[in-house]
Each structure stands twice: as structure tokens, then as C-alpha cells.
């Protein structure tokens, strides 16, 4: 199999597309921890169906469902970022609406993390 | 630098849908569904920490017949990328290959999400005093 390689690409050690695998283990981390975490987040949910504000704002402003929302809510969007990712580049292959595209959904997960973190942690420390 | 346009054989006008390709597509669909769906959340987390007036507006959202034929859409989306996300995650791990495995586990995925997914929406029209 290493006679496959050249010396310098065993050197170097990564491939024509210097990194895949980092993505692909980062997917199934992400995964495995949205499994717990998203069964979590459902039920939760489902019980505040009727809940009104207070309630809910009391409920968000406990420091372990805080704490354990934020993780959720940066799992789930880091996942959606990748998850997003992949599916561009399989339909989108014209160079310029390729990149456009997945810079705009890398910002919107990552801008849609950052305001859904901060709504929570706003919510956690105005008590 | 310009792609020449050469033709892509035919895939989806000429294979029978199997359970394993609808799955795979299911899964793809439901987690673009998905993502699209966190918009909500994050506007519903967001009129939280707004204050009591905007939580009761984006309440009144969710409370609309379209509002809850979604959210019920997004429950499913939810369940079932979540299910057959594990079953994935076994794939990954070298588990499951086999055909009548792979038959069954689909069949299960479908199964469990479809009863998560009422399971869920009893629990929240209970926890309501709706039911």
C-alpha cells in the first residue's frame, strides 16, 4: 500500500484535499452527542408546549438546562454545518455558486448558533 | 474555469426505490429539514430572552393549524434522522451490512420514529391540558 505513496506524501502525510477525515470524524462526534442531547431537547420541549413565558424562562434559566442547552444548541448547529456542507458539494459544482453557497450556510449556522447561545445565556443570567 | 456540460446517466428515472435508497434520501431530506427548522428555534429562544410580548407572538405562530402541521413535520424530520442516524453510526462501526440487517433495521427506524414522534405530541398536548 506505501509503495502507492511517495515518500514526500508519506511525509507530509495528508492527501490531494488535505483534510476529509477531520470533517467526517467531527460528523460523528457531533452525532453521538446529539443523540442524548436531542432526545433531551424533544422531551423538554414537548413538556413546555403550553408553558408560558415565566415558566419558560425559569425553566431555560436553571444552570444545568442552560448549561446543557448551549451544548445542544452548539452540537446541533456544528452538525447542521457540516451536514449542510456535504450536501452543497454534491449538487453545487459551478465554482462560484459552490463557495457562495457554503460560506452563506456556514455563517447562517454559525450566526444561528451565536444568537441562539446568547438568547440563553441571557435568559441565565437575568435570573 | 468553466465545467463542459456532459451528461449524468440516468439514476433516479430507471432504479425501483428500495427501502435502503428511500432511507438514505429520507435522512438527507429530513437533516436539510432540519437545519431549516432551527430557524424557528432560534426565534423562539430569542423571543424568550425578548420579553413576554414577543414570546406570546412567536406562540401564536406555532399555535396556527400551518404552525403545528409543520412542527409536526419537524418532530417526524427530527425522530427519524435521529433513528436512522444511530443506525448510521452502527454502519460505521462495521455493523449491519448484511442485507436482511439492513432491510430491518429500516423498518425499524420508521417504526420508532413514527411512535417517538406521537409519543411526543401526546406528551405536549398532555402537558397543555389539551388531551
Known amino acids: 500500500m506505501s509503495a502507492l505513496r511517495s515518500s514526500l506524501g508519506r511525509a507530509r502525510g495528508l492527501g490531494a484535499a488535505k483534510d476529509g477525515v477531520a470533517h467526517w470524524w467531527a460528523q460523528r462526534v457531533t452525532a453521538v452527542a446529539l443523540v442524548p442531547l436531542a432526545l433531551w431537547l424533544a422531551y423538554s420541549l414537548a413538556r413546555l408546549s403550553f408553558a408560558d413565558h415565566a415558566a419558560v424562562t425559569e425553566w431555560i434559566a436553571r444552570p444545568w438546562v442552560a448549561i446543557t442547552l448551549v451544548l445542544t444548541l452548539f452540537a446541533t448547529f456544528y452538525h447542521a454545518k457540516l451536514g449542510l456542507q456535504v450536501v452543497i458539494e454534491d449538487y453545487v459544482h459551478s465554482g462560484f455558486a459552490k463557495h457562495a453557497m457554503l460560506l452563506l450556510s456556514t455563517f447562517a449556522t454559525f450566526a444561528l448558533g451565536a444568537g441562539s447561545i446568547f438568547a440563553v445565556l441571557k435568559i441565565a443570567f437575568q435570573g | ?131
Do not use: K
Open chain 2, 1 to 131: 474555469m468553466p465545467l463542459a456540460e456532459r451528461p449524468l446517466s440516468p439514476h433516479l428515472q430507471v432504479y425501483r426505490p428500495q427501502l435502503t435508497s428511500v432511507l438514505s434520501f429520507l435522512h438527507r431530506m429530513t437533516g436539510v429539514a432540519l437545519a431549516v427548522g432551527t430557524l424557528l428555534l432560534v426565534w423562539w429562544l430569542a423571543a424568550a430572552a425578548s420579553g413576554a410580548d414577543a414570546f406570546a407572538t412567536v406562540q401564536g405562530v406555532i399555535g396556527t393549524v400551518i404552525g403545528q402541521l409543520l412542527l409536526f413535520g419537524w418532530t417526524f424530520a427530527l425522530f427519524y434522522h435521529l433513528m436512522n442516524g444511530i443506525r448510521h453510526l452502527f454502519w460505521d462501526a462495521g455493523y449491519g451490512y448484511e442485507l436482511t440487517t439492513a432491510y430491518r433495521s429500516g423498518w425499524a427506524v420508521v417504526i420508532v420514529s413514527a411512535a417517538l414522534t406521537v409519543l411526543a405530541w401526546v406528551l405536549g398536548y398532555t402537558a397543555g391540558g389539551v388531551l
